[in-house]
């Protein structure tokens, strides 16, 4: 059983359409993120949702928009596409109280033409 | 505002060569430190830090973290190449979420 897993994982889009990528994880930990790698693979932290709380958003253009319908699941809807937004997003999940392992999904890659 | 700082960025061996990545850090109410490896997808874990001058030993791998002059290393002896990827360096702070470095791009040849 795959742990965090994300779909789809290769997305393929023209500029100024709206995409979603949802994730979901069965390790039953609290809290679920999103990431986005870039070109020279910087992971950046996007997001971060508590039990279905957000409680991380870190000066996302509004165009991104979570989604946590429970605590196993984390959706991202991103409207409007730009250029600036292909990259690789990484969806993962840990506990809230302790900082320690992110288990991390295998990434949606996100082309925008 | 929490920051990570690897070095070297890339770096190109040979097979049975021994490497050490460094990771500096600046966090509010430092946590962990944490590495991971990175091949074609998703990140995976190696190793978490949380106590100074304790390293943490896998196989030929191994880390060990400085609190006070704020850095760790991790080494790897004998490298191999599957050992080639990109490894990432991240501190979990007082802010709940884990701080990613740049990464090293470590590439073995044979």
């Known amino acids: 059983d795959t742990a965090v897993s994300q779909t789809p994982k290769y997305l393929v889009t023209q500029m100024g359409n709206d995409k979603s990528i949802k994730c979901e994880q069965n390790l039953g930990h609290d809290t679920m993120y999103w990431y986005k790698q870039d070109s020279k693979k910087f992971l950046k932290i996007m997001f971060s949702y508590n039990n279905k709380e957000l409680i991380i958003n870190e000066t996302v253009p509004n165009r991104f928009s979570p989604k946590s319908p429970d605590k196993a699941h984390l959706n991202l809807h991103i409207n409007s596409l730009e250029l600036g937004d292909s990259a690789v997003y990484f969806c993962?999940?840990?506990?809230?109280?302790?900082?320690?392992?992110?288990?991390f999904g295998e990434g949606s890659r996100l082309t925008v033409l | 505002e929490d920051k990570v700082v690897q070095s070297p960025l890339s770096l190109v061996v040979h097979e049975g060569d021994t490497v050490t990545l460094n990771c500096s850090y600046e966090v509010t109410n430092f946590r962990s430190l944490l590495w991971y490896k990175q091949e074609k997808k998703a990140p995976t874990f190696l190793f978490m830090l949380?106590?100074?001058?304790i390293e943490k030993k896998s196989g030929r791998l191994s880390s060990i973290l400085d609190k006070k002059e704020l850095f760790s290393i991790l080494n790897i002896t004998a490298t191999q190449t599957g050992d080639s990827a990109i490894y990432l360096c991240?501190?979990?702070?007082?802010?709940?979420?884990?701080?990613f470095g740049q990464g090293t791009r470590l590439t073995i040849n044979p």
């Open positions: 993962a999940s840990g506990h809230l109280q302790y900082t320690g392992e992110l288990f």
């Open positions: 991240a501190v979990g702070g007082g802010a709940q979420k884990l701080v």
């Open positions: 949380t106590s100074s001058g």
